[in-house]
């Protein structure tokens, strides 16, 4: 099978579609809708009935997964990939749809296309996005770019859960240590879960949604989510060879061929549909891309992403930066920290080994980001559209003598990339607003002009980032900026929250433990620039009842590496006054979140 036919076998795949079409009940056949629309139909023939022409389709099994009867013609057309219509009197048509992915209703107001793209452990303070040369001129050049933003929780699972949901951690987290969770994260679609998920906000504004690549670590569901229609999703999958979820059921990409490359597959796919959608019908639509770059492919010994084979020789000289917080020795740290071993000279040329690896895979990512582009601008709708990217947490490559991982509590790990290009975005410029992925959500449903909903503790940060008076916005951001042109400053306090997952053992060292749980302050401001953070031990202090075992804070305006911790030095009413503010802010939900 070849890419270009796999391809199209998986937008039909996205939206639903069966691998044959049943005739026997036409209670679920459409009335002035046409399925097999633009010449997309591989077969016509006249049918004396819409009963018929189904028939007809179903006669060529999994071949056929559309089809579309004309009454006053007869003509029935019948299609392998769907092609939606609305408004063709007197048609009727039809297609087996196990998932039932939904079509949005007419949107109220002229609304912008959103695409976001979500990397896995992008790091940013380590230069995790200077590979990226084609993202720089693309999107930092032509848009804004976060000085600030941060992950709320510095682990893939629950950090993309509360994208998805816009809820702070304590407010997506599983009640009780033992009950079934991802990654402690309360992900079960068949919870509550999916009642928070943001496609159906997007849907009732009239947004096609399609979600690519890595969703969660696990809970993965067979078909799309509420509000989504386009699905291909995986949990990460292996950079090779890769295997999705669709509406239709699983798809491998296996054919041998260097096509089969994971970014590359979800980039072609993502970008078939946005061009499909573009071209097909009035409504905006929401496509979010995930790659599993750079994420390491997991496995025993010393596991790094795996590049494209295009890629393999590119940065050969390049090493991760020996940064002061290098193989350093910080005795006055959370145990763990303290007690790390310097990085032994074959652990170094392997965290070396990763970090050029990493930047290799995210030459793909830059790829994809151009092909975004130039899709949209082929489409006519670039200028129409707000690209954003991001990542779910950072990273290290030997801090404070860890060879690799995320987890902990430092900068290196908490701040990651954002950058959003589109309309009234000023060109190559930069906000300094301290946020995280938990206000991702609303203020991309702001774009939407869509109110953030009560489910979600994050905000929309576009009325301190968008050029309220920009004549590019369209009707939907204008009228969020304008009901939100009195809204309050911004916070200058953003909450941190991890709870450890065990044991953890990464390149020869302990890089987590359960007693590594901790919530923090992020405090920053035109004067302030600090850490505040509680440690506990979740086996016996899950929701933080008892009082912390252990302090760590930080004045990065004196020390951006954070290597001596200040705690002891802070006045009682300071350690008094930070305590408060942070467990305030550990019990918040919805409007009572800063």
Not at 83 to 92: A, D, I, Q, S, Y
Not at 398 to 404: I, K, R
Not at 520 to 542: C, G, H, K, P, W
Request: proline content about 7%; glycine content about 6%.
């Amino acid at each position: 099978v070849t890419m270009a036919v796999r391809i199209l076998f998986v937008l039909a795949a996205l939206s639903g579609i069966a691998v044959a079409v049943s005739c026997g009940d036409s209670s679920t056949w459409l009335t002035d809708v046409g399925l097999t629309a633009n010449d997309s139909w591989y077969n016509t023939s006249t049918q004396a009935t819409a009963a018929a022409c189904c028939q007809r389709c179903s006669q060529d099994g999994a071949r056929c997964l559309a089809w579309t009867w004309h009454a006053v013609s007869r003509l029935c057309s019948i299609t392998s990939r769907i092609v939606r219509k609305e408004g063709l009197t007197g048609t009727t048509s039809g297609s087996s749809n196990p998932c039932d992915p939904p079509f949005p209703p007419e949107p109220k107001q002229k609304s912008p296309n959103i695409v976001l793209i979500l990397t896995d452990d992008q790091d940013v303070m380590l230069g995790g996005w200077d590979p990226m040369t084609k993202a720089h001129e693309l999107l930092n050049a032509q848009g804004t770019t976060a000085k600030n933003w941060m992950i709320h929780t510095p682990v893939c699972c629950p950090s993309r859960a509360e994208l998805l949901t816009g809820r702070y951690f304590h407010n997506v987290k599983v009640p009780n240590i033992k009950d079934r969770s991802c990654m402690h994260a309360h992900t079960d679609p068949e919870g509550p879960f999916t009642s928070w998920l943001f496609a159906p906000h997007f849907f009732e504004a009239g947004y096609r949604v399609g979600v690519f690549g890595k969703y969660l670590n696990s809970d993965v569901p067979a078909c799309s989510p509420p509000g989504v229609e386009a699905w291909l999703a995986n949990g990460g999958g292996d950079y090779i060879n890769p295997k999705f979820s669709t509406n239709q059921g699983s798809v491998t990409f296996d054919n041998g061929t260097y096509a089969n490359y994971s970014t590359s597959v979800i980039g072609n796919v993502s970008t078939a549909w946005i061009k499909d959608v573009a071209t097909n019908g009035s409504r905006p639509f929401f496509a979010y891309i995930a790659p599993k770059a750079p994420h390491i492919q997991d496995g025993a010994g010393w596991p790094t992403p795996i590049p494209a084979p295009w890629y393999e020789e590119a940065f050969a000289d390049v090493k991760a930066p020996r940064t002061p917080n290098y193989n350093y020795s910080a005795t006055d740290h959370h145990w763990m920290i303290a007690q790390q071993p310097p990085l032994t000279e074959e652990q170094a040329n392997y965290a070396d080994i990763l970090y050029r690896r990493r930047w290799q895979s995210l030459l793909s990512v830059d790829d994809l980001i151009e092909e975004v582009v130039n899709t949209l601008k082929e489409t006519g709708q670039l200028d129409h559209t707000y690209i954003i990217s991001t990542a779910d947490h950072g990273y290290r490559f030997g801090q404070f003598s860890m060879p690799m991982g995320k987890w902990n509590i430092y900068d290196n790990d908490l701040r990651i990339p954002m950058v959003m290009r589109g309309p009234g975005a000023e060109a190559g410029s930069t906000f300094e607003q301290v946020a995280t992925q938990v206000d991702m959500m609303p203020t991309l449903l702001g774009l939407a002009g869509v109110t953030t909903p009560a489910t979600m503790d994050g905000k929309s940060i576009l009325p301190f980032i968008l050029d309220h008076g920009s004549p590019h916005l369209l009707e939907a951001t204008r009228y969020h900026l304008e009901m939100n042109k009195d809204a309050e400053p911004w916070r200058t306090s953003q909450l941190i929250e991890y709870n450890g997952l065990g044991e953890v053992v990464r390149y020869e060292h302990l890089v987590d433990a359960y007693n590594n749980t901790y919530r923090a302050l992020r405090i920053v401001s035109n004067t302030t620039n600090m850490l505040f953070a509680e440690f506990t031990d979740i086996q016996s202090n899950y929701n933080w009842t008892a009082a912390p075992y252990f302090y760590e804070a930080y004045d990065l305006n004196k020390d951006p590496w954070q290597l001596t911790n200040i705690y002891n030095t802070l006045s009682d009413q300071d350690k008094k006054d930070y305590a408060a503010e942070l467990a305030k802010l550990y019990g918040c939900q919805g409007s009572t979140c800063n």
